[in-house]
């Protein structure tokens, strides 16, 4: 199923989803060797600028900046946050409907596409949400000329997924990251509260 979307895919969405993984690749390259030189006996020697600066000229990349904090790993945060929660966790997701849920999972006013569910709950929307993710369905959407600091308000993932049962039974939602760090903060909240009450 992911073959046949990837293969559905237009060459720019392609060539940015290698670039998501790549970013991906970046960033943990950037937290090992900063977490290294935090802990090594030369961390009080250079700024954290000439830290970035010596790190980007180790990556041999022709770009002219790399920021280490990209959306390329907030889509690793996607899949911790919301597929593996979800896997492990579903029945501590509220059935509360999105109108009426608590603000503090980022839903409040969004607008979901699902024609089989017109009022959909906050339960619904993560597991369709996991079953994009699941199938390598979500695209991240980056205006141009956005500045590092527009990354969680400006910065765009839409999921779409599809019931291979049903292909009347379609999903639909675009959210900010800002909204997306929301909904996987309070999942973990509730998911951190479920497991340490059960001792």
Same mark, same amino acid.
């Given at each position: 199923?992911?073959?046949?979307?990837?293969?559905?895919?237009?060459? @720019?969405?392609? !060539?940015?989803?290698?670039? !998501?993984?790549?970013?991906?690749?970046? +960033?943990?390259?950037?937290?090992?060797?900063?977490?290294?030189?935090?802990?090594?006996?030369?961390?009080?020697?250079?700024? %954290?600028?000439?830290? &970035?600066?010596?790190?980007?000229?180790?990556?041999?990349?022709?770009?002219?900046?790399?920021?280490?904090?990209?959306?390329?790993?907030?889509?690793? &945060? /996607?899949?911790?946050?919301?597929?593996?929660?979800?896997?492990?966790?579903?029945?501590?997701?509220? =059935?509360?409907?999105? =109108?009426?849920?608590?603000?503090?999972? *980022? /839903?409040?006013? #969004?607008?979901?596409?699902?024609?089989?569910?017109?009022?959909?709950?906050?339960?619904?929307? #993560?597991?369709?949400?996991?079953? +994009?993710?699941?199938? *390598?369905?979500?695209?991240?959407?980056?205006?141009? *000329?956005?500045?590092?600091? $527009? /990354?969680?308000?400006?910065?765009?993932?839409?999921?779409? @997924?599809?019931?291979?049962?049903?292909?009347?039974?379609?999903?639909?939602?675009? /959210?900010?990251?800002?909204? %997306? +760090?929301?909904?996987?903060?309070?999942?973990?909240?509730?998911?951190?509260?479920?497991?340490? $009450?059960?001792?």
């Amino acid at each position: 199923r992911i073959n046949k979307f990837m293969n559905n895919l237009s060459d @720019d969405q392609e !060539r940015d989803a290698v670039d !998501r993984i790549t970013e991906c690749m970046y +960033s943990l390259d950037y937290l090992v060797d900063v977490s290294n030189y935090t802990f090594s006996d030369q961390k009080d020697r250079i700024t %954290l600028g000439k830290f &970035y600066d010596a790190w980007f000229k180790k990556t041999g990349s022709t770009r002219k900046v790399i920021i280490p904090f990209n959306p390329g790993i907030f889509l690793g &945060y /996607l899949y911790v946050g919301i597929l593996y929660a979800k896997e492990n966790w579903f029945d501590q997701l509220p =059935d509360d409907r999105l =109108d009426a849920a608590d603000t503090a999972w *980022g /839903l409040n006013g #969004v607008t979901v596409s699902a024609p089989k569910k017109p009022q959909p709950t906050v339960k619904y929307v #993560v597991k369709r949400i996991r079953n +994009s993710l699941g199938h *390598g369905r979500p695209i991240i959407t980056i205006p141009p *000329g956005i500045k590092p600091e $527009e /990354l969680f308000t400006k910065i765009t993932f839409s999921f779409h @997924d599809v019931n291979m049962k049903n292909s009347a039974d379609t999903f639909g939602l675009t /959210l900010t990251l800002d909204r %997306l +760090s929301k909904l996987i903060k309070k999942f973990q909240s509730v998911i951190h509260k479920f497991v340490r $009450e059960k001792k």
